[in-house]
């Protein structure tokens, strides 16, 4: 241990320092005291304070900023816990919020040349009290700041809204000299000269328990009574308590509020006492854990300062004689290894310990697990709770009828039990059903595998079909009775492979005239799913040389396209019949491309011969794409068969082909590049995009079709991208494999599979996690989920996100997320233009409506019915403009 006393640190003629304040990041302390005519406080720097070496540096300020703002005594100065602001108190009955600005350094006023390093500027004046401010304490979310006066009351300050009141605690009947917070934000206790120890319960304000008994015999003699609560929120330290007619500081137990323990030795009246921040650690001898306390020291009139730790029955250290007065004021340091304490006398001293004399601070992770165990709940979340809780009270008439709705609702609900396999989420955010718009390929349970006299497999290809829907599964069935309806595309579970594989010959088999037409009809309804999201694949076989980039066949098992066959779909309400090698020349064989009216036709109304094999086909109302084997695509109007286009070449043979209703087409190479086109304007879209960036930890590409317009690339493990035209590249949409979707990914539960963000999220694991995890974790996952039914345009997934998110901030914060979400949805309300009020629709859904669900929510929350008055007011004002 090292006890520093720094001349320097002193205020105008050595006048009295009331008190003082550590940073919470520890750069920096305030001393706030008497100053030349009025009030003073000072901001110094901590580094000439603990180093020798510093302090001798001319270079480095051990003085930042003086302000001289308060026209009488500051007697008390208190930094929020983030460190934003600095709080200060006076007999000028003010309470001054100060914030540091970046206006650089300045010459102090009257101060005889000196300069001040910072500047902290006043940014609030609140000043309700009408008495003397003789403590301060924030509390441990910054939400609330408590100012306790000579006028006998205690006021909660809005930290959020400065000046705003929350509420003025009366019950002490002398003044108040000390406020201290619960760091659980459950109470705020008080101290007064009326032998009274209060505590006030934060929900509704009201008194929890009034302590009495060990200030009998105590006298008005202390300046301040600045009491402090564990960081473990179990022990309550008073200043000032007697006990057998000695000095004590009275331990008060939050289990019951007993007062059967207290800290004893001191000579004379105990003035201040101050927690160490940190929950403390240190190993026993012989233990295999280890012992956690808390740290504390006690400051007294006796020009003494006692440092204790509630594992020992003795204090671990007595600092004696380092001041001439009464000690005023204690602060520790953000990493408990030192700290300050000043006195009457006007001196500042600083006392350092080591790891070894006081312990090893907990981790954040090792608090909030400890918090978890004695109030069931991490600090971190139960803060974010109480930072925006606000008056209990009912002040809306509206809200007192929206909870009368809710309890009845509950009671009804009672009466009618759920089923087992109900999980929803968010009782106010229903799903309402949605068409699927994503198409599920089902291959078949037989592929042909050829072996080359190379050694090389050759696997036949073959085409791949949608998965029949609900609505035409029954006529699909009677249509194409040799497809086996019962097989699944994937599963999330490892299974055995039902894929039967035929062995032919190891050479080649010339190819054989046709000896009879047979038609293998694969039928896909267009009119069942959006424009973009329909795809039929024809497999690349073996590609000589290397081994493929994209290994398909491992994917996805191919159809048998049998040879001979002519392999048929449907288009809009028309019929096309592609039939490979059914005429021989003299150079080859030739494809025919025929198009039917009608599905039962069977004269074609045009068609075409291709030099080349087929190996994939798609088509929309107007168009008709066939990508062949001599890297060429061909299109064709699909009403006479005219090329309005020239054959396109691409560099390798086409492993996925997709057409939108608006003639783009995308193409995907066996080797990883991606070309898009316009068809109908004759423009390229996207140009050689490589995939092959996106094949990580072995992960395979399981479909690539349009959606929306844009490429969305799903992996066989699951995660799936969307490129983006606008910014270029790739987008994530979903990675199961990423630790947030592990750890929230139970909140995906209850919504339909059939969605589009949802069918992409199968693989996402749904089981509830055990660990304690910060409420930002949740709110960050939200935050994707929702921009990525944004990216989706998947309207019903963006409001069941967006009510999610709400639900989420409703309980955990924080309050400008809520406003922002708010502010956006509410719009330009005075503005009438055309141009304007389309800005009042998200993807088809009216933003005014999200306003209204939203705040139907806010409503059933007490804590935010002022947020709620506020917003509903100004949509009522905009529902009155005019569009």
Request: aromatic residues 6%.
């Amino acid at each position: 241990m090292i006890v520093l006393k720094p001349i320097w640190v002193k205020h105008e003629d050595n006048k009295p320092i009331f008190s003082v304040d550590i940073h919470p990041k520890g750069g920096r302390f305030a001393t706030g005291g008497q100053g030349g005519q009025g009030g003073r406080i000072v901001i110094w720097s901590i580094a000439p304070v603990l180093s020798a070496d510093d302090e001798s540096d001319s270079k480095t300020p051990k003085q930042l900023c003086q302000m001289d703002n308060h026209l009488a005594c500051v007697n008390v100065v208190r930094w929020s816990c983030q460190g934003h602001f600095l709080a200060s108190g006076g007999d000028d009955k003010l309470v001054m919020i100060w914030k540091l600005t970046g206006e650089g350094s300045s010459t102090i006023f009257g101060g005889g040349g000196k300069v001040n390093i910072e500047t902290w500027k006043c940014v609030f004046t609140l000043n309700a009290h009408t008495g003397d401010v003789l403590d301060l304490a924030w509390a441990s979310h910054d939400g609330w700041l408590a100012s306790g006066s000579v006028d006998n009351t205690i006021i909660i300050w809005n930290a959020h809204k400065f000046p705003e009141k929350i509420a003025v605690l009366k019950g002490h009947t002398a003044m108040v000299k000390g406020v201290t917070w619960d760091p659980v934000g459950k109470y705020i206790a008080s101290q007064s000269d009326d032998k009274t120890l209060r505590v006030w319960r934060t929900a509704d304000w009201t008194q929890q328990e009034i302590v009495s008994d060990a200030f009998a015999e105590c006298s008005a003699t202390t300046h301040v009574l600045r009491l402090s609560w564990s960081p473990d929120g179990q022990y309550l330290v008073s200043a000032h308590a007697m006990n057998g007619g000695g000095p004590t500081a009275q331990i008060i137990e939050r289990d019951g509020w007993k007062q059967d323990k207290d800290f004893v030795g001191h000579r004379k009246a105990v003035t201040c006492v101050r927690f160490n921040s940190n929950i403390l650690k240190k190993f026993s001898p012989g233990s295999p854990k280890p012992q956690q306390y808390c740290c504390c020291a006690i400051g007294s009139r006796d020009r003494s300062i006692s440092v204790w730790l509630t594992s020992l029955k003795r204090p671990l250290v007595v600092v004696k004689d380092v001041f001439d007065d009464s000690v005023l004021d204690i602060s520790w340091s953000s990493n408990g290894l030192y700290l300050l304490a000043c006195s009457w006398d006007g001196s500042v001293v600083c006392i350092i310990f080591t790891s070894e004399e006081i312990g090893v601070p907990l981790s954040t992770a090792e608090k909030n697990s400890l918090y978890e165990r004695m109030y069931g709940k991490s600090l971190q979340r139960n803060l974010l709770n109480q930072s925006f809780s606000g008056s209990q009270i009912i002040e809306n008439p509206e809200i007192l009828c929206a909870m009368e709705e809710v309890n009845t609702a509950e009671r009804r609900s009672q009466e009618v039990p759920m089923e087992e396999d109900e999980a929803p989420i968010f009782v106010n955010t229903p799903i309402q059903e949605e068409l699927n718009t994503s198409s599920v390929l089902v291959p078949v349970n037989q592929q042909v595998e050829t072996r080359l006299p190379s050694g090389k497999r050759r696997i036949t290809p073959m085409f791949l079909k949608p998965a029949p829907s609900t609505a035409v599964a029954s006529k699909e069935t009677t249509e194409a009775p040799t497809i086996n309806e019962t097989s699944q595309f994937s599963s999330s579970s490892p299974s055995k492979s039902k894929i039967v594989v035929v062995q032919e010959s190891s050479m080649e088999k010339p190819s054989q005239p046709l000896q009879k037409s047979e038609t293998a009809i694969v039928n896909k309804v267009m009119s069942s799913c959006p424009p973009g999201m329909q795809i039929n694949q024809l497999l690349c076989s073996e590609v000589p040389g290397d081994l493929p980039i994209v290994k398909f066949i491992d994917l996805m098992e191919p159809l048998k396209m049998p040879a001979g066959k002519s392999v048929m779909k449907r288009s809009s309400k028309m019929k096309i019949q592609v039939t490979n090698s059914c005429q021989s020349v003299s150079k080859g064989t030739l494809s025919r491309l025929e198009v039917f009216k009608n599905e039962e036709d069977k004269q074609p109304i045009w068609e075409t011969y291709i030099g080349s094999a087929v190996r994939c086909i798609e088509g929309n109302r107007k168009l008709i794409v066939a990508c062949c084997e001599d890297l060429s695509i061909n299109t064709y109007l699909i009403t006479s068969g005219a090329k309005p286009l020239p054959p396109l070449l691409i560099e390798d043979v086409v492993a996925a082909l997709s057409l939108s209703e608006t003639g783009n087409c995308l193409v995907l190479t066996k080797t990883g590049l991606m070309h898009m086109w316009n068809l109908e304007q004759g423009k390229s879209v996207l140009n050689r995009i490589s995939v092959r960036s996106l094949l990580s930890n072995k992960a395979n590409v399981s479909n690539c079709i349009l959606s929306s317009e844009k490429p969305l690339l799903t992996l066989s493990d699951g995660r799936a991208y969307m490129y983006s035209l606008d910014l270029g590249t790739w987008i994530l949409l979903t990675n199961p494999l990423d630790p947030l979707s592990r750890s929230s990914g139970a909140l995906t539960k209850g919504v339909l599979h059939n969605l589009p963000l949802a069918s992409l999220q199968k693989g996402m694991p749904s089981h509830l996690q055990n660990e304690a995890l910060p409420s930002g974790v949740t709110l960050s996952f939200l935050e994707a989920q929702l921009i990525s039914s944004s990216v989706l345009r998947s309207a019903t997934e963006f409001r069941h996100w967006l009510l999610a998110t709400v639900n989420h901030l409703l309980e955990k914060g924080p309050e400008c997320r809520l406003r922002s979400i708010l502010d956006d949805l509410i719009g330009p309300i005075h503005s009438s233009s055309k141009e304007s009020s389309q800005k009042y629709d998200i993807m088809g859904l009216s933003k005014k409506k999200l306003l209204n669900e939203i705040l139907s929510l806010i409503k059933m929350k007490l804590p935010w019915q002022r947020l709620y008055k506020e917003y509903s007011e100004q949509l009522a004002l905009a529902n009155e403009l005019p569009l």
